[in-house]
C-alpha cells in the first residue's frame, strides 16, 4: 500500500505514527452522506452526521497505485512531498486491522447507497458496521486512486497508546495511527523534493535504526511515468 503525504509527515516517520481522517476531513463533499432520497432531511442532516461520526471511526487513506501522477499532485505536495510503501502485515497494530478486518478496499459506485441511521444510536455498537460501510464507499468519480482504508474505532486510539492516540493538531484535536518502522518498507522522494527533504528522512532513519529504502523519482524519458532511483542505502 502507498501513502502520499507532504513533508509534514517528517514528525510522523520520526515518531512511527500517522495522522489519520475522520469524516469531517474528507476532501470529498459526496462522501459519508446518507441516500438523502430516502429521507425527509435536508444536506445538512447528512452533513452533521459527517460530524457526529468524527470521533466514532477514524482512516488512514492509502491507494494501490504506486506513483501515480495525480496522486503525488493532490497528496504529494504538488511533487514535493514523499510516499511511503507500507506493508500493512509486517507487524502489530497494522496486522491486527487485517487480521480484524479493518482494512477495506473501496467501492465505486455511481450512486450513493448509504442508508440513514438514527443520529441518536451513532455509537451504539450494532451500527459500526453501518458506519464501515459508509466509510468504505465513494463516486466512481474517484476510482483512478484505487484506494484501501484502515479503519480505526476512536474508543481504540483512545484507550490503547500500542494503537494509536488522540492529539491536539494546530489548534484541534486529531487521531494518529501507530506505524511501526518495520512496516515501513521504502520512502520515495517526489520529482521536485528539495535536498533538505532527503537529509531529513536519512536522519530520521538513522536515529530510529530503520531499515527502509530512500529513492527520488524522475521523469521516464519516453512515457508519461516516473522512475525511481535509489539515493541512499539501507542502514
Known sequence: MYYYCD??????????E??????????????????????LQSEDYGRWLQLAASDR?????????ANDVRMWAQYGQKHTGMMLTIDVKAVKPLRTFWEQKKIVDIDYRKTN??????HKDLGKEEHSEQLQNWFSCKSKEWAS??????????SCLRA?????RIGMLQGRMRGFL????????????????SDDLYTSVR??????????????????????TFVGEPVSNPV
Open 7 to 16: 513533508s509534514a509527515a517528517l514528525a510522523g516517520l520520526l515518531n512511527e
Open 18 to 39: 500517522l495522522l489519520v481522517s475522520s469524516p469531517g476531513d474528507f476532501d470529498d463533499p459526496f462522501e459519508f452522506l446518507p441516500d438523502l432520497s430516502k429521507t
Open 57 to 65: 471511526l477514524y482512516a488512514l487513506c492509502l491507494s494501490r497505485k
Open 113 to 118: 447507497q448509504a442508508r440513514p441511521a438514527n
Open 145 to 154: 486512486q484505487e484506494e484501501t482504508r484502515i479503519l480505526i474505532p476512536g
Open 160 to 164: 490503547k497508546p500500542e494503537y494509536g
Open 178 to 193: 501507530k506505524v511501526p518502522k518495520q512496516s515501513i518498507k521504502k520512502v520515495t522522494l517526489g520529482l521536485r523534493s
Open 203 to 224: 536522519e530520521i532513519r538513522e536515529q530510529k535504526g530503520a531499515r527502509w529504502d530512500i529513492e527520488k523519482l524522475r521523469l521516464h524519458p519516453s512515457t508519461y
